[in-house]
């Protein structure tokens, strides 16, 4: 499985367009790249998933250049209550390995006033 | 439509006893992950069920932790005998695909082994 490397920490301030880039240097062919978010007290939860180029949902965009040896996540205009974990996780296309869900260190996104 | 839930939300144990963990995944979900995080460490993979069967216990720490899911609803994890280094939040995921990285994780049990 792919290792991925995340800023440990960011700070932000409400209103602010916030990327966070991960690096997956060794991705193979048929990895997913995939964000989870977590909130303090809580599981993660599913936010974005990609293979290439961009995707974009009613909650963030994932840009994945074309070597897809790193991927950023964008959240527009973000506000206090997306403080929280963000992990970039790269996941084996079929077989097993898809239950493993490899979670980081992820990076501690904290938004100010 | 409920999630996925988790019981107890915390457990405070003695070493050498006993605990079972409870996880209710989202109805019609055939695949139920359990993941855990020990103190200062990442989530780590523990095992997965597809409907009652065991997909995948790779992450499965030791012979002191068993998982059941009969019926394929609601599953249990047991840590018999519980250790101190067994301290840590314990989470269990659910989701409808099993070729899928998108799942529903529940709350979390948090375990604490005095």
């Known amino acids: 499985l792919a290792k991925t490397t995340q800023p440990i920490s960011m700070d932000s301030y409400e209103g602010q367009e916030v990327n966070i880039t991960c690096s997956h240097n060794?991705?193979?062919?048929?990895?997913?790249i995939t964000w989870y978010q977590q909130f303090p007290s809580q599981g993660p939860r599913f936010i974005i998933q990609g293979y290439k180029t961009k995707v974009t949902n009613e909650v963030a965009s994932l840009f994945i250049p074309a070597d897809r040896k790193s991927s950023t996540l964008s959240l527009p205009r973000v506000s206090l209550s997306d403080t929280a974990v963000y992990y970039c996780?790269?996941?084996?296309?079929?077989?097993?390995?898809?239950?493993?869900?490899?979670f980081g260190q992820g990076t501690i996104l904290t938004v100010h006033p | 439509e409920a999630g996925v839930t988790q019981f107890p939300s915390h457990s405070v144990i003695e070493k050498g006893q006993t605990v079972t963990l409870r996880c209710d995944p989202i109805s019609g979900h055939d695949n139920l992950y359990w993941y855990r995080r020990v103190m200062g460490k990442e989530i780590k993979f523990l095992l997965h069920f597809v409907k009652e069967s065991k997909q995948d216990e790779s992450g499965m720490p030791n012979n002191r932790f068993l998982a059941e899911r009969t019926g394929g609803t609601y599953s249990t994890l047991k840590v018999q005998p519980a250790e101190l280094e067994d301290s840590g939040v314990y989470f269990c995921?659910?989701?409808?695909?099993?070729?899928?990285?998108?799942?529903?994780f529940g709350q979390g049990t948090r375990l604490t082994v005095v």
């Open positions: 995921a659910s989701s409808q695909e099993e070729w899928t990285v998108k799942r529903d």
């Open positions: 060794n991705i193979a062919t048929n990895d997913y």
């Open positions: 996780l790269v996941s084996q296309g079929g077989g097993t390995s898809y239950g493993k869900l490899t």
